[in-house]
């Protein structure tokens, strides 16, 4: 280490067991980089945290704590001798990008500026999804009289006006995300004890204020957030950098727990601060679900393009970091922004606007979703598919590929399903649905839809109890059912033990009494008279020993024969062999007198031209008589009459 070190690195710790050298560790690349020295001060450890600091501090002192981390923080200052210093904490830990800190302190021409804002990044979740950023004066050139003050979220003394923007370098923070309820509960009752002092001192101070809403719960952050409101709507002391935070705090925790004053804080958040990231990212973040909720699409799909921009404006280094000074933005991560991208783009589809719809899943990273947000994105795929003829199957096979975050089991079902209804590859549908064991989870439009495509059925052998229930779900659609069986293959025992199930499905739920199927009728008897002498011996089929097979299946033997018949010419053979199919299974009834009446091989011809025009001249005849006029009767005896009056008796029933 140089005699004279360009960075003193501060930090105080009190029980940071868990976390301690994880912090010291990811600061070893920038003390290898730098001349750094590392001052270190213990304000009461007892759980070996000291025992970690000494293999790491250049100095390590005893701190009583006394209520005041400004003045733990200006003891540390006092034994530094940096250029330079950066304030951290324990649980802390330096991004491994540290090329652009690193930069800034080898600068040996720099003689100007007092300090570098740098990213505070704090986690809400334990899987580190979920975070926020500040920007934050934690690199401050050393000069007399510069000194922390504030016994809670200290700051320094003096107004630094001349900083540079480091907003690559960041530093991680998960010090409220692995306690209790009971320990965060503690660190907020301190934290609010010590800006209670404060207050008595500075009882208009904006940024107490905010801090103090961020300390507290129910009606206490309430009546802080009146107060705060206030103060900025009267134009207090800082009230320009300190309001866009107020308003978002204020806005969306009245709307989260839905205090009267949301919309009003809404409004005038947008009113007094429309440009403020504040309001432009964590405002429409939490509007985008409000409006959705309401159903307003359009409001939603706004707001939501308002997020995305602004996000975009902050990612691109092209926001004013000064204004991230007082509170973090709470929604930038990646998992916030799929989230609001989904909505936008269910949004959209909602509103007809299909292409913008899919514009929006081409641009949201599925990698990121979790849960609910892989559940959104799979129904707005769902509705795309049933509402317009874009092509999804891109955006199908990503979502499979990437939403690895999502647990295996659900993942598996809802896009196997999803992809079931969007692809038009026989043997994508196969692979699919080959693993399906339990069909009942496989939704019914699902399965139609890949056997339209052309995908051979069954994937894998299937009892006929199987196959029964299955076609009987089918049946709830009797177009489809139809449909399917007249369709249906039989080359191979499995498939035609399912066209068996998908024909029997068919005629059992047709209404033969209003309006039959004579192709569906003739395919039962095809499919019954392959599939019988695949079950039964060849001594069983026959007409004595009928008795034995299910009523069903009776009446399907005789069918079979009676279509044989008819095929053969023998139009009464066909009669009689129906009948005795019915004799066999009463219950065909229906479907019997429907194909009685309606085989076209059953019906008269038509009468021929010249002896229609007999007809006609021998009614003109009887019409010159009436009708107790001998002539009458003797032209009714005649053999003309005889010849048609089959035609003229039967006009006049």
């Not at 206030?230 to 978002?248: H, N, T």
């Not at 919309?263 to 405002?283: G, H, V």
């Not at 598919?385 to 089991?409: M, Q, T």
């Not at 196969?430 to 019914?444: H, K, R, S, T």
Request: charged residues 30%.
């Amino acid at each position: 280490m140089e005699k004279k070190p360009v960075l003193s690195i501060g930090m105080i710790f009190k029980n940071e067991a868990r976390c301690i050298e994880r912090s010291l560790e990811s600061l070893r690349p920038l003390r290898e980089a730098v001349p750094c020295e590392l001052i270190m001060a213990d304000t009461g450890s007892t759980d070996g945290s000291r025992a970690i600091a000494e293999r790491y501090a250049d100095v390590l002192f005893d701190f009583p704590w006394a209520d005041d981390f400004a003045a733990a923080r200006n003891a540390v200052l006092e034994r530094c001798s940096g250029t330079w210093h950066l304030q951290f904490d324990c649980d802390e830990w330096l991004d491994g990008d540290i090329s652009e800190l690193v930069r800034f302190l080898k600068e040996s021409s720099r003689k100007s500026g007092d300090g570098g804002l740098l990213v505070v990044r704090n986690y809400n979740t334990a899987d580190l999804r979920e975070f926020g950023d500040l920007s934050i004066m934690r690199l401050i050139r050393r000069a007399p009289g510069r000194r922390f003050t504030g016994r809670v979220h200290e700051h320094w003394n003096f107004k630094c006006r001349d900083y540079a923007v480091l907003n690559r370098t960041v530093l991680h923070h998960d010090g409220y995300v692995f306690v209790s309820e009971a320990v965060e509960k503690a660190k907020m009752d301190r934290n609010m004890a010590l800006l209670r002092k404060e207050l008595e001192e500075h009882p208009g101070d904006l940024l107490l204020l905010l801090q103090s809403m961020d300390s507290t719960m129910g009606e206490d952050r309430r009546a802080y957030a009146k107060q705060a409101t206030r103060a900025v709507l009267d134009k207090e002391e800082r009230w320009e950098s300190c309001g866009p935070a107020i308003f978002r705090t204020a806005a969306v925790s009245a709307q989260a727990f839905g205090w009267p004053e949301a919309e009003e804080w809404l409004a005038q958040a947008r009113e007094l601060f429309p440009r403020s990231l504040y309001t432009r990212i964590d405002i429409s973040y939490y509007e985008v679900i409000r409006f959705m909720g309401a159903m307003d699409f359009a409001t939603a799909a706004r707001r939501a393009e308002e997020y995305l921009e602004a996000l975009e404006e902050y990612r691109s280094g092209r926001a004013r970091a000064a204004e991230l000074a007082s509170s973090h933005i709470m929604c930038l991560s990646p998992l916030r922004e799929v989230r609001t991208r989904i909505n936008l783009a269910k949004a959209r589809c909602l509103l007809r606007q299909y292409e913008a719809s899919v514009a929006a899943l081409d641009a949201a990273d599925f990698s990121k979703l979790d849960l609910e947000g892989f559940n959104v994105t799979a129904n707005t795929l769902l509705l795309l598919h049933a509402n317009c003829e874009l092509d999804l199957s891109g955006l199908v096979r990503r979502l499979r590929e990437e939403a690895r975050d999502v647990p295996e089991e659900v993942r598996r079902a809802v896009l196997r399903n999803l992809a079931l209804r969007t692809s038009d590859d026989p043997a994508e549908l196969a692979e699919l649905l080959g693993d399906v064991e339990d069909w009942n989870e496989v939704p019914i439009t699902a399965l139609i839809h890949a056997l339209d495509r052309g995908m051979a059925f069954p994937l894998r052998p299937m009892n006929l109890e199987e196959m029964d229930a299955l076609a009987a779900r089918l049946a709830e659609n009797k177009e489809t059912v139809r449909r399917l069986a007249l369709a249906a293959k039989t080359d191979t025992p499995q498939a035609l033990c399912w066209a068996r199930a998908l024909v029997l499905a068919a005629v059992q739920s047709l209404d033969w009494a209003n309006g039959g199927d004579l192709d569906l009728a003739r395919r039962f008897a095809e499919v019954e008279n392959a599939f019988l002498p695949l079950c039964y011996a060849p001594e069983t089929l026959t007409e004595e020993r009928m008795f034995l097979l299910p009523s069903l299946h009776r009446f399907g033997w005789w069918c079979a024969r009676a279509f044989q018949a008819l095929d053969g010419g023998d139009a009464l053979g066909y009669v009689r062999l129906l009948r005795s199919g019915l004799e066999a299974y009463p219950g065909a009834g229906p479907m019997v007198e429907y194909l009685t009446e309606n085989t076209s091989e059953l019906q008269a011809p038509p009468p021929p031209p010249e002896l229609l025009a007999l007809a006609e001249q021998v009614r003109t005849l009887l019409a010159a008589y009436g009708p107790d006029d001998p002539a009458v009767q003797a032209i009714k005896e005649s053999p003309v009459y005889q010849r048609v009056a089959y035609l003229i008796e039967g006009d006049s029933q």
